[in-house]
Structure formats: structure tokens, C-alpha cells
């Protein structure tokens, strides 16, 4: 859906969106009932128009700022990695990705809608056409902050204003009683601005939570799953590694200067290493998160199996409804290695052969008589069922005759086995 839109588009709803509550507003409402420019209409509107600036301002560098790209010929150090997969534990090799061919560095993931992979990748935000990666996080998270303060300001002025209206007709001063025009665009900016206030406050709220915690949107729902897998017992406990404490927490996103978190700056860090929690293995940065040991496992009961299987089902019926999936089993979300995820390393055919040997020769009948692979010849070692039934069985049809097998044959009848030489 998103896709079929321009970025463009959005950002310029967005800024019309900005303007107008900000503008209208004060050009319509606000200066005629202050008798227009002076010092009581410059002490109540001279904050609005600050806040809108940096509204403004923050808004450009989230969308202009690239949020980061990892460097060509980056490979994690080789003293730092797991050489080899330890499925029991969820550990993987080096993180990798199929579609850049190239490694990830620690919290990097690979947007299927900017179509590369993002440094310390948040989300993919359709509002400012970019991805919300390390270089940008903090512009995002200074807009989305001022935002909620313009609106919030802007909705108190209205109240005011409504206030001022009411107390004005109560002592019969209907020359204060709005036009037409003004109580249309009151109503409009009222509902506007709360709508505003209402949704970025939300995503403020849980991106506040994030930062905190030092956490992306990605990485949060990678925690959840990793605590998911530590609660059913199939990996042993693991912390996530990128939690250094509060405040610390925040200086890694505002800058280390508490008075400045809300004045626009470069983000600090290259985006490739990170600070993590004391006594935390150097290795777990490079794997993290660690992964579910079934998907680790080249079985047919596998989540992969069942992906692959679904993609290759709507390949058939749908081409780009299969590449849209394939995208996104490999976009957000996959911190797979280089080795677990190697086509070489896991075919789905090779799975399927193998089990279709494996139930050709070692599969017994209800009767408890061994049968043989399909391809050989020797029909004779298979189960007789030529055995006498009782004459009051004699009106019975051939066809369920062949099918059948009387209780007291299979409990007189002698169970063949095959030797070990067959094996």
C-alpha cells in the first residue's frame, strides 16, 4: 500500500498539515482577538512560533539526514565471532544479508522499503519518506517532542480563546461573539491539533520507552522474542547487551550534555560498535539476537520450511505477492548468519528426498511386516495376504477382501523383520 504512494507526497501533506494548525490559527484567530501585533499578542504567540521553527527545522533533518549505511567492505572482526553454530543455544555466525551481500554490523537491518540495509535501524517511517536509522534518530525523536508541544500550546490558546468568548457574552459584549469564518477555522484547528497531539503523542510515548531502555522498534520486538525463548526453556538466559542505564541511555541518542538533548545535533558514534552492559560476552553484539533453535535445525517442521513452502505456493499463484513475502521474511527482522542462511548450506529439496527415503525403508505396515523400498523387485518379501476367512465372510466384495486383515491373523501371524544386512 505504502509503496503504490510517493514518499513525496507525504511529506508534503505533512508540512501543509504543520502549517496550516500553525498558521491559520494565529492569522485567523489569534491576532484579531489581540488587536493584532503588539506586546501582549508578541509575549502569547512569540512561543508558538519558536516551537513551530524547530518543528520545522528537525522535521528537515529527519527526512533530509541519511540514517546510515554500512561502509563498503565492512566484516566484523574475526577474533569477535562465532565460528561455528551452536543450535542448542540459538548462536549464530556473523550476522549476514542475502539481498546487499554484505555483513551486518551489531543492530543493523535491512529495509525492504529503501531496499539496503539502515545502521541501528528504528522503523521505516512513510511521514518523513526515510528510514529512522542512527544518524537520524535524533532528529525524529526532537520533531516528534516539539510536535506534541506546538499542538498542546496551540490547543491551549484555543481553550483560552473559548474561554474569553464565553466571559465576554455572559456580560452582554456581543461585539465579541467570532464570525462565521473564525469559528469554522476553530473548530478545524481544535480538531486538527488534537488529532495531532493525540496520535505523535502515542509514538512519543513508546519512543521514549525505546530510548530509555536504548532500544529500536526492531530491537524490541527482538527482545520479546528472545525473553519468549528464555521462558519456554529453549535457550539459556541471555541480557539484552545494549542496556547501559538511563541516562547513559539517552546520551547515546540527544548527546551527553543534558541541556543541548533538545537542540539539533550530529548523533555521536559511528554506528558500527556500540557500548554495552558490564561482564557481557564481546562476541553477543555481532549474533545478537540469539535465534530460535528450530530455525537453526534444516528440518521440514521448521519455521523456514514452512516460509519457503508458502512463498513457493504463491509464486505460483501470485509472483509479486510471493516477492513482496520473500522481501519481508528477509527485510525487519532477519538477523540471520551467513552460514544458517546459505542456500548451499539448506535445500528444501534435499529435505524432502531425504524423507521420502527415510519412510521408503523404514516403514512397517499395520500388520507389523517390514516393507521393502518401492524399487526393488522382490514382491515376494512382502506380506502374504492370501489367509483363509470363514465362510460367513464368503458374501464379502474381493476389493475389501485385499484390504483387510482379521484380528486373530495378526495375533497368530509371525512379524517379519528385516535383518541388519538389509539395513
Not at 511529506?11 to 500553525?22: H, K, N
Not at 462565521?180 to 486538527?192: A, D, E, G, K
Not at 514452512?306 to 504463491?314: D, N, Y
Not at 517390514?370 to 515376494?380: F, M, Q, R
Request: glycine share 6%; charged share 20%.
Amino acid at each position: 500500500m505504502l509503496e503504490s504512494i510517493p514518499g513525496k507526497l507525504f511529506v508534503i501533506g505533512v508540512s501543509l498539515l504543520i502549517s496550516f494548525i500553525a498558521y491559520s490559527s494565529q492569522l485567523v484567530l489569534f491576532l484579531p482577538a489581540y488587536g493584532g501585533w503588539n506586546s501582549t499578542s508578541l509575549i502569547m504567540l512569540l512561543p508558538l512560533n519558536v516551537l513551530v521553527v524547530l518543528v520545522f527545522y528537525n522535521y528537515y533533518l529527519a527526512v533530509s539526514t541519511d540514517p546510515g549505511r554500512i561502509p563498503s567492505g565492512w566484516e566484523p572482526p574475526s577474533s569477535l565471532v562465532v565460528s561455528k553454530e551452536i543450535p542448542s543455544e540459538g548462536i549464530t555466525g556473523p550476522r549476514y544479508c542475502k539481498s546487499c551481500q554484505v555483513y551486518k554490523p551489531p543492530r543493523s537491518h535491512h529495509c525492504r522499503y529503501c531496499r539496503r540495509c539502515v545502521l541501528k535501524m528504528d522503523h521505516h517511517c512513510p511521514w518523513i519518506n526515510n528510514c529512522v536509522g542512527h544518524d537520524n534518530y535524533g532528529h525524529f525523536i526532537r520533531f516528534i517532542i516539539f510536535a506534541d508541544l506546538a499542538c498542546f500550546y496551540i490547543i491551549s490558546l484555543l481553550v483560552g480563546r473559548v474561554r474569553a468568548i464565553m466571559d465576554a457574552l455572559r456580560h452582554f459584549q456581543f461585539d465579541a461573539e467570532p464570525t462565521t469564518v473564525q469559528i469554522i477555522f476553530m473548530v478545524l484547528n481544535f480538531v486538527f491539533a488534537f488529532i495531532v497531539l493525540f496520535c505523535v503523542g502515542i509514538l512519543t510515548c513508546y519512543q521514549l520507552y525505546c530510548l530509555s531502555r536504548n532500544q529500536s522498534n526492531v530491537e524490541a520486538w527482538e527482545r520479546g522474542k528472545v525473553e519468549d525463548l528464555v521462558r519456554r526453556g529453549k535457550i539459556p538466559p541471555v541480557n539484552y547487551p545494549f542496556d547501559i542505564g538511563l541516562y547513559r541511555n539517552i546520551c547515546e541518542v540527544l548527546g551527553t550534555n543534558p541541556l543541548f538533548w533538545l537542540w539539533p545535533q550530529k548523533i555521536q558514534g559511528d554506528g558500527l560498535t556500540f557500548p554495552v552492559t558490564p561482564e557481557t560476552d564481546p562476541r553477543l553484539p555481532y549474533y545478537w539476537p540469539p535465534r530460535d533453535p528450530d530455525d537453526l535445525r534444516p528440518s521440514i517442521f521448521s519455521s523456514k520450511y514452512k516460509r519457503q513452502q508458502e512463498i513457493q505456493r504463491l509464486l505460483k499463484e501470485d509472483p509479486d505477492a510471493a516477492k513482496a513475502l520473500e522481501e519481508d521474511s528477509e527485510g525487519y527482522y532477519d538477523s540471520g548468519s551467513f552460514i544458517s542462511d546459505s542456500d548451499a548450506e539448506y535445500s528444501i529439496d534435499d529435505e524432502e528426498e531425504g524423507m521420502r527415503h527415510l519412510m521408503n525403508h523404514h516403514l512397517y505396515d499395520l500388520s507389523g511386516t517390514y516393507i521393502e523400498h518401492a524399487g526393488k523387485a522382490s514382491a515376494s518379501k512382502r506380506y502374504n495376504r492370501d489367509i483363509s476367512y470363514e465362510e460367513g465372510d464368503s458374501d464379502s466384495d474381493s476389493d475389501s477382501h485385499e484390504d483387510t486383515i482379521p484380528l486373530y491373523a495378526l495375533a497368530s501371524r509371525k512379524k517379519s523383520f528385516p535383518s541388519s544386512k538389509e539395513d
